[in-house]
């Protein structure tokens, strides 16, 4: 009767109410690796209740249900150009979900430069439509000027587009500044509701409903050279039941090929300088710790449910790469910055191509970690170097103050 564990399929929904009993999961999801519900729980408890003979035993009492499972995806980027107004892939609306917020970075229609400005403000063909706070990508792999590289943008008004972070040379005529999907955390302090999410995770073999679902803890993978990026999520639950859904499930699923980490670059400078400066990087992770809380009580769905909702805290974002070590000085460049400990701006292109971009900003960072010195690395002498990533309390919106803005373009 067993069947083969790799085949399977995931579809998701958002709920209306949290831990609803509903039985729509309208959107299925393209994920790396089996269906694994074996985190799913509900325990016999053992009541040890006062018996006369030696090995008397008397039956179990169902316990609450919980428990958790795994869903990985590679980081496709949009899946297709972005040359355009875009519709949200199911990846990027489900990371929306899990980081807080998913919007285009532009309102309407992309736009392309008209050839003049500078390389930190060009001009653009359009009088404006990019989002403040977001990441673009301008340009192409093959010319000197925006390279297809990862730009946040400080504000486009009066066909201005001023940039975070300069380009390598002023814009030529016609580059396209592309629309990618934004991902960023809400920092208000007040809205810190989660909106739980329903998941159908069906096998070839049994099936399971997951209700009252939220994210647990986020796990990014493959960021360095030649990598291939990817995002594991584990996801608490709040009840759970067998399901008798059909499989193979008759859901479409976007099926996107994903880029390796290549054409990329990592830009760093002062907070507030967008003088481009790049840092040749040989190994590159981000470490973001969710922080999530949940509340158990009274008043769920089902019987033995005690999840009823979750909170957002504070999350935890770490950068760590490693570069090459300086010639001999006595004021080594990355030494000099965690010395004087001033916030640092980094923005990191992964791939740089049309449809398979992924990127990352991190507008307010702030060295980390031991002060940096050299180790041996690969036979070579390098530097290890570590940041915490987080809000800009200068900004007003959400997408300008968050801590991370992730694209996928």
Known sequence: MSRPSKLGAICFEPESAWGEDVTTFATRLQTIGAIDASGLTQDKLNPDRTVQLRNEITPGVNGVIGGEFRTKFMLTGHGS?????????????????????????????????????????PTTTAANGAVAGSLVRIGAITESRGKGQAYGVVSHSASVLTLINAM????????????????????SPT??????????????????????????????????PAGEPAVEITWGVSWWRYSTATFPSAVSVQTFAHAPVAAGSVFMNAFGTATRVVRDVRSLSVTYALGIVEQRGPGGVNQYQVVIGCKRTQDVITLEWTEEADAQTATPDLAGKWDTNNPLTVVITLSAAD????????????????????????????????????????????????AMVMALG
């Not at 519709?87 to 919007?103: D, H, P, Q």
């Not at 999410?197 to 049994?206: D, E, G, I, K, Y």
């Not at 209700?211 to 803890?217: A, E, Q, V």
């Open 191 to 224: 809205g810190t509701d989660m909106v739980g999410q329903r998941f159908l995770l069906q096998t070839a073999n049994l099936s399971f409903e997951c209700h009252g679902c939220y994210p647990k803890s986020v796990t990014f993978s493959g960021l360095g």
């Open 168 to 187: 390598a040379g002023t814009g030529s005529n016609g580059d396209i500044v592309y629309n990618p999907a934004n991902i960023f955390p809400s920092e």
């Open 81 to 121: 150009t972005t040359n355009t107004t875009i519709s949200l892939s199911a990846l990027e609306t489900l990371l929306g979900k899990v980081f807080g917020n998913v919007a285009a970075a532009f309102t309407a229609a992309n736009t392309t430069l008209a050839g003049a400005g500078s390389a930190s403000a």
């Open 355 to 402: 449809g398979t971009s992924v990127m990352f900003m991190f507008r307010y960072c702030v060295p980390d970690g031991p002060k940096p010195t050299q180790m041996d690395d690969s036979n070579l002498n390098r530097i290890r170097w570590r940041m915490r990533a987080g809000a800009d309390n200068t900004k007003s919106t959400d997408r300008e103050r968050a």
